[in-house]
């Protein structure tokens, strides 16, 4: 039987395209799109994502209410905002729904929130859904792990103009994994500001740098900055459609898992 997806934020930008991916995809029924409450108010969900009102289309359910939207699905795709996502992933324990989260910039208060519901049910949390990005970050760990203390670690994210956290998720998680490979906590070493006379960088830091502009998708560089040489690892998104179809790979992925709280790590198997 398909599986059937529900997506929240479903006029959002990444909502938009996700709900234009689980259309095209065989193994997938559109179960509908939750949006805020005064969202697009008026219009067909064919008219906001742009297609032709297939079947898919008008039997798929639009609504605010995210207890509807939850009870229709399978399972739950959710690109919205730390406190919405919070909230749809209570309620997806109270349905017993496994959720696929893509949405950043979460406070440490809110991620023990996700934890809390992973007991319940299924959830991935990935602030990157591309598969490209995750073998980053697990090169990162491994360059940090190999290399000593002396190689001065700076991570450099590029991102569009609208995006409303920094550093984002995805500069963060490289961080950790940089700290992991190092065996240090990134809350001793992470350093996010630098103005003025700060003094020198003083060694084992992971420095962030943040640029925003344009309609870049994602760029992310993580230094290894030594004596007389330099190891850079770049990755560079140019199509947003990478993230949504990394998170359809873990909408599919989740739908047979027990409960707990997932990266894109267990998902890919990296
Ligand atoms: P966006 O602002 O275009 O979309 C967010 C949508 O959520 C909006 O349509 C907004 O109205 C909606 N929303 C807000 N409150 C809601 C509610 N109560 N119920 C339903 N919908 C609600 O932003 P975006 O570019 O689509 O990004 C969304 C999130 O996903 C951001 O946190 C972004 O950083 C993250 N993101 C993650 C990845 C990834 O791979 N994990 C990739 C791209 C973006």
Redesign the pocket.
């Known amino acids: 039987m398909s599986l059937r997806i529900g997506i929240?934020?479903g006029?959002?930008?990444?909502?938009k395209m996700l709900v234009r991916e689980v259309l095209d995809d065989e193994e997938t029924t559109l179960a509908g799109a939750?949006?805020?409450e005064g969202?697009e108010v008026g219009r067909t969900l064919a008219e906001i994502v742009e297609r032709p009102a297939n079947d898919e289309l008008k039997a798929a359910l639009l609504t605010?209410s995210?207890e509807k939207m939850m009870n229709a699905l399978d399972v739950a795709i959710d690109?919205?905002?730390p406190e919405?996502s919070v909230h749809n992933a209570y309620v997806a324990a109270a349905t017993g729904k496994p959720i696929v989260i893509?949405?950043?910039?979460f406070s440490q208060d809110q991620l023990n929130m996700l934890s809390e519901a992973g007991n319940h049910i299924p959830i991935v949390l990935?602030?990157?859904?591309?598969v490209g990005v995750n073998m980053l970050q697990a090169l990162t760990q491994m360059v940090a792990q190999a290399l000593e203390p002396k190689w001065d670690i700076e991570v450099l994210e590029m991102h569009h103009r609208?995006?409303i956290?920094a550093p984002s998720?995805t500069a963060l998680a490289l961080g950790e994994a940089a700290a992991e490979g190092r065996k240090v906590q990134m809350k001793a070493k992470g350093v996010y500001d630098r103005k003025g006379a700060q003094g020198p960088r003083k060694r084992g830091d992971i420095g962030f740098a943040v640029l925003r502009g344009g309609d870049v998708v994602g760029e992310h560089t993580v230094m290894f900055a030594g004596d007389g040489e330099r190891i850079e690892l770049s990755h560079r998104a140019t199509d947003?459609r990478v993230?949504a179809q990394?998170?359809l790979v873990a909408a599919k992925w989740i739908a047979h898992q027990q409960p707990g709280r997932y990266g894109m790590k267990d998902v890919l198997g990296f």
């Open positions: 929240f934020g006029a959002g930008r990444m909502g939750c949006l805020k969202e605010i995210p690109f919205t905002r919405v893509g949405t950043t910039g990935a602030p990157n859904m591309s609208h995006k956290d998720g947003r993230f990394g998170a």
